[in-house]
């Protein structure tokens, strides 16, 4: 709990900004969109191989916590962005980004392999729950926080994102040393022949394999549009780096409000019949932004947004638990991060 909370404050002082910090540096909205989307997919490919570093590593933990500090050392040469000028300072923040979301993205499968392990079957909705709560709170408050620093500072230049970003380092550094006090139990040897051309052809159990393919589809949608969320705000709107948090701050607390529910219910009835709620309210978020541009409006539009996600992605992940045997969970995780 504390490290997700660590963790959480990273989010809410480094990752949440980087988009905001492109648009600072006057990107383009095409530089904006490869920003948005390069660097997630090259981490999805590298997830592929997540498995063959647990070998290599012998230890998921080792792999964890090795990632984990690499990606917050990330935010070091985007830091150094807003103190040194450089030719297309853009361009290099999408090079940075690229090395952070794939160090990021190694620490994924593990974790999600190592945890199923610890936590039992029927508390996990519950647990992930409460972890998730409380890593949103940490965001939440980290996210306001830096929001007002940065509306404050608006017109003092760039380097109110470099005490940002450091800030951000600190918090995944301490986030990384408390991922080494994590219990790992052995792992069981992985079927011989589970690869990823053997996935294509035959991903598993055919419900795993229907599954994973819904999870695929559902992001694809998401992500045509969500990387220009940002700079509508901040470009379109207008909006001050207060408001952008603000409205940002509504949907994380309600994430936070809601999370418990959605984790108690799926322990309950189930994590398949919850995450069909949550995937049913999901398309009408973008279709509720395109009404109107009242600030209180979209603050009704975020609360509702931040509900219907906060069901989709804890039952999403605990349904692949539940859905994929212990000596390959590891595989399918990395396989469900770089479908996603």
Same mark, same amino acid.
């Given at each position: 709990?504390?490290?997700?909370?660590?963790?959480?404050?990273?989010?809410?002082?480094?990752?949440?900004?980087?988009?905001?910090?492109?648009?600072?540096?006057?990107?383009?909205?095409?530089?904006?969109?490869?920003?948005?989307?390069?660097?997630?997919?090259?981490?999805? +490919?590298?997830?592929?191989?997540? #498995?063959?570093?647990?070998?290599?590593?012998?230890?998921? !933990?080792?792999?964890?916590?090795?990632?984990?500090?690499?990606?917050?050392?990330?935010?070091?040469?985007?830091?150094? $962005? #807003?103190?040194?000028?450089?030719?297309?300072?853009?361009?290099?923040?999408?090079?940075? /980004?690229? +090395?952070?979301?794939?160090?990021?993205? $190694?620490?994924?499968?593990?974790?999600?392999?190592?945890?199923?392990?610890?936590?039992?079957?029927?508390?996990?909705?519950? @647990?992930?729950?409460?972890?998730?709560?409380?890593? &949103?709170?940490? #965001?939440?408050?980290?996210?306001?926080?830096?929001?007002?620093?940065?509306? =404050?500072?608006?017109? *003092?230049? $760039?380097?109110?994102?470099?005490?940002?970003?450091?800030?951000?380092?600190?918090?995944?550094?301490?986030?990384?040393?408390? +991922?080494? %006090? =994590?219990?790992?139990?052995?792992?069981?040897?992985? %079927?011989?022949?589970?690869?990823?051309?053997?996935?294509? !052809?035959?991903?598993?159990? /055919?419900?795993?394999?229907? @599954?994973?393919?819904?999870?695929?589809?559902?992001?694809?949608?998401?992500?045509?549009?969500?990387?220009?969320? &940002?700079? @509508?705000?901040?470009?379109?709107? !207008?909006?001050?780096?207060? &408001?952008?948090?603000?409205?940002?701050?509504?949907?994380?607390?309600? &994430?936070? =409000?809601?999370?418990?529910?959605?984790? *108690?219910?799926?322990?309950?009835?189930?994590?398949?019949?919850?995450?069909?709620?949550?995937?049913?309210?999901?398309?009408?978020?973008?279709? +509720?932004?395109?009404?109107?541009?009242?600030?209180?409006?979209?603050?009704?539009?975020?609360?509702?947004?931040?509900?219907?996600?906060?069901?989709?992605?804890?039952?999403?992940?605990?349904? =692949?638990?539940?859905?994929?045997?212990?000596?390959?969970?590891?595989?399918?995780?990395?396989?469900?991060?770089?479908?996603?």
């Amino acid at each position: 709990a504390a490290e997700g909370m660590a963790y959480g404050a990273f989010l809410g002082l480094g990752d949440h900004f980087i988009i905001a910090f492109a648009v600072a540096l006057k990107s383009s909205s095409l530089l904006i969109g490869v920003l948005a989307s390069l660097p997630g997919f090259l981490a999805s +490919l590298a997830q592929l191989y997540d #498995t063959e570093l647990v070998r290599l590593f012998k230890s998921r !933990k080792a792999v964890i916590v090795t990632f984990a500090l690499l990606q917050g050392l990330m935010f070091l040469p985007m830091l150094a $962005l #807003t103190l040194v000028p450089l030719g297309s300072p853009g361009w290099w923040l999408v090079f940075f /980004a690229t +090395l952070y979301s794939i160090f990021g993205a $190694l620490t994924s499968p593990a974790w999600g392999s190592l945890m199923a392990e610890v936590v039992p079957d029927g508390l996990r909705g519950r @647990y992930f729950s409460m972890r998730g709560r409380l890593s &949103t709170l940490a #965001t939440v408050v980290t996210f306001l926080l830096a929001g007002v620093f940065l509306n =404050l500072l608006a017109y *003092q230049g $760039l380097w109110a994102f470099a005490v940002l970003f450091g800030a951000a380092v600190l918090a995944r550094l301490l986030s990384s040393a408390l +991922l080494g %006090q =994590l219990y790992e139990l052995p792992q069981p040897q992985a %079927q011989a022949g589970t690869n990823s051309k053997r996935f294509a !052809k035959d991903p598993g159990p /055919a419900s795993l394999g229907r @599954y994973l393919l819904f999870l695929f589809a559902m992001s694809f949608a998401v992500n045509i549009a969500s990387p220009y969320f &940002t700079v @509508y705000q901040l470009r379109d709107l !207008k909006m001050s780096y207060l &408001t952008f948090a603000v409205l940002e701050t509504v949907s994380s607390l309600a &994430t936070l =409000l809601a999370i418990t529910h959605w984790g *108690q219910a799926a322990d309950r009835v189930g994590n398949r019949k919850m995450l069909v709620w949550a995937s049913f309210l999901i398309p009408f978020v973008p279709l +509720l932004w395109v009404d109107s541009t009242n600030v209180y409006y979209l603050g009704v539009v975020q609360a509702f947004s931040g509900v219907a996600w906060a069901g989709f992605y804890l039952c999403a992940v605990n349904l =692949l638990y539940d859905a994929s045997a212990a000596m390959n969970r590891t595989r399918y995780l990395a396989y469900f991060y770089a479908g996603n």
